[in-house]
Antibody
Framework: QLLVQESGPGLVKPLETLSLTCAVS??????????WGWVRQPPGKGLHWIGS???????YYNPSLKSRVTISVDTSKNRFSLRLSSVTAADTALYYC???????????WGQGTLVTVSS | SYELTQPLSVSVALRQTARITCGGN??????VHWYQQKPGQAPVLVVY???NRPSGIPERFSGSNSGNTATLTISRVQAGDEADYYC?????????FGGGTRLTVL
């Protein structure tokens, strides 16, 4: 059973870069059947897609974040990463990584990691 | 950009049927997925590609998609079904989530 798990700093200063990693277990990140994605959820609010990456390295980003987001894959460590630059308090959220299957459905999700932007 | 519209809240009596809608322009042409999120937990896929249930999801959960509205139906609602529900589609290489619906079981 393929699982994903987020990790990274829980606190980031304003204008710095948020960096998170998602470890993949139970399968290979190089499988051509999958994409890998990031979704965030501000406290008390709904789900907001950040971006995704295919096994071939094609990236898809939310237009509202595109200028600040980079998603990449590290095949040697079977993980993928999120970098979000120039963060502000508005980027404070619970960040989820997920496996994306078939007709672009997210399953499973990681447990999520809370990132707070504050000085 | 494509938008999905969900009611903020739906209330249903125990053991009755809940219907949560997801509106979008010609949504029938898209594959709609539904997620359940209980407090403090990550979302879980409960219906995929409009009408299909992942393994482990009770038969009480079903979906439909027609015209401009997709619907998640939960039959014989239980107290444990109380949660936020989100619809989601893929449109023009962009993932779109609905705003979410809070299901309250009375």
């Amino acid at each position: 059973q393929l699982l994903v798990q987020e990790s990274g700093p829980g606190l980031v200063k304003p204008l710095e870069t948020l960096s998170l990693t998602c470890a993949v277990s139970g399968g290979s990140i190089t499988s051509s059947s999958y994409q890998w994605g990031w979704v965030r959820q501000p406290p008390g609010k709904g789900l907001h897609w950040i971006g995704s990456i295919s096994s071939g390295g094609n990236t898809y980003y939310n237009p509202s974040l595109k200028s600040r987001v980079t998603i990449s894959v590290d095949t040697s460590k079977n993980r993928f990463s999120l970098r979000l630059s120039s963060v502000t308090a508005a980027d404070t959220a619970l960040y989820y990584c997920a496996l994306i299957r078939g007709t672009i459905m997210f399953d499973p999700w990681g447990q999520g990691t809370l990132v707070t932007v504050s000085s | 950009s494509y938008e999905l519209t969900q009611p903020l809240s739906v209330s249903v009596a125990l053991r009755q049927t809940a219907r949560i809608t997801c509106g979008g322009n010609n949504i029938v042409s898209k594959n709609v997925h539904w997620y359940q999120q209980k407090p403090g937990q990550a979302p879980v896929l409960v219906v995929y590609r409009n009408t299909n249930r992942p393994s482990g999801i009770p038969e009480r959960f079903s979906g439909s998609n027609s015209g401009n509205t997709a619907t998640l139906t939960i039959s014989r609602v239980q107290a444990g079904d109380e949660a936020d529900y989100y619809c989601q589609v893929w449109d023009s290489s962009i993932v779109v989530f609905g705003g979410g619906t809070r299901l309250t079981v009375l």
